[in-house]
């Protein structure tokens, strides 16, 4: 009768077995680099462009180099190290696909994140609120946007003066706007930080979008996505 020699005995696969477990952890190597690129481009630790190709080696690299190493490692030679290798692959990929948030998300988490290091939300809420009084009472210093507004809100939007914000926040935006949304029942007031991301208080809670990201109950910083 012949013998399958090509498989392994069973003390070669216990001992497989433990040096698998070991690799384990590097299995989780892709799937955090690919969220830490678009993240730390975000929060501006990194050029955004470096974040964006660290997270596309994660993506396209990472998993066939690590399972590549993984395979070494093994007594046991042939099929086993191809089951492995497979293996190894599948589970990063899987955890790329389900453990980490899209990158405009990872990236839109970073920004968030920064900012909310930089600004206050009780401050900004409170002036947010001191801004809508003043709106709805018709004695908030404002005015309409002109043609050449390059920043990209609603085009009903009126701007806030500078005069209007308290003296801890004057000079710190480029704009502030205040404009109504969902058929007119919501005052959103936007602090535009440039033409494309800012912070804005509109009341909602625990938003995690492509483009926006709370950093406090209703304060949420934004990014626009230009095309």
């Given at each position: 009768m012949?013998?399958?020699?090509?498989?392994?005995?069973?003390?070669?696969?216990?001992?497989?077995?433990?040096?698998?477990?070991?690799?384990?952890?590097?299995?989780?190597?892709?799937?955090?680099?690919?969220?830490?690129g678009?993240?730390?481009?975000g929060?501006?630790?990194?050029?955004?462009?470096?974040g964006?190709?660290?997270?596309?080696?994660a993506?396209?690299?990472?998993?066939?180099?690590?399972?590549?190493?993984?395979?070494?490692?093994?007594?046991?030679?042939?099929?086993?190290?191809?089951?492995?290798?497979?293996?190894?692959?599948?589970?990063?990929?899987?955890?790329?696909?389900?453990?980490?948030?899209?990158?405009?998300?990872?990236?839109?988490?970073g920004?968030?994140?920064?900012?909310?290091g930089?600004f206050?939300?009780?401050?900004?809420?409170?002036?947010a609120?001191?801004?809508?009084?003043?709106?709805?009472?018709?004695?908030?210093?404002?005015h309409?946007?002109?043609?050449?507004?390059?920043?990209?809100?609603?085009?009903?939007?009126?701007?806030?003066s500078?005069?209007e914000?308290?003296?801890?926040?004057?000079?710190?935006?480029?704009?502030?706007?205040?404009?109504?949304?969902?058929?007119?029942?919501?005052?959103?007031?936007?602090?535009?930080?440039?033409?494309?991301?800012?912070?804005?208080?509109?009341?909602?809670?625990?938003?995690?979008?492509?483009?926006?990201?709370?950093?406090?109950?209703?304060?949420?910083?934004?990014?626009?996505?230009?095309?």
């Amino acid at each position: 009768m012949a013998t399958l020699d090509f498989l392994p005995n069973k003390e070669t696969l216990s001992e497989d077995m433990k040096r698998c477990l070991l690799c384990l952890p590097s299995l989780g190597v892709a799937p955090l680099l690919n969220f830490l690129g678009d993240y730390l481009g975000g929060a501006g630790y990194i050029p955004e462009n470096l974040g964006f190709i660290s997270s596309a080696a994660a993506m396209f690299i990472f998993p066939w180099a690590i399972a590549a190493l993984c395979v070494p490692i093994l007594k046991a030679k042939g099929v086993i190290q191809v089951f492995v290798f497979i293996g190894a692959l599948a589970v990063q990929m899987v955890l790329l696909f389900t453990a980490v948030p899209a990158g405009a998300t990872c990236q839109m988490t970073g920004i968030a994140h920064k900012l909310k290091g930089e600004f206050q939300a009780d401050e900004l809420r409170s002036c947010a609120e001191l801004i809508r009084q003043k709106f709805r009472s018709g004695t908030l210093a404002a005015h309409a946007r002109s043609n050449d507004d390059h920043f990209i809100i609603g085009t009903s939007a009126l701007v806030v003066s500078d005069s209007e914000l308290p003296t801890s926040l004057r000079g710190r935006f480029q704009r502030v706007y205040i404009q109504k949304i969902s058929d007119g029942d919501i005052e959103q007031v936007i602090f535009a930080l440039g033409p494309d991301r800012g912070l804005m208080c509109d009341g909602r809670k625990n938003v995690r979008e492509f483009f926006t990201c709370s950093i406090a109950d209703g304060v949420e910083a934004y990014r626009y996505q230009r095309e």
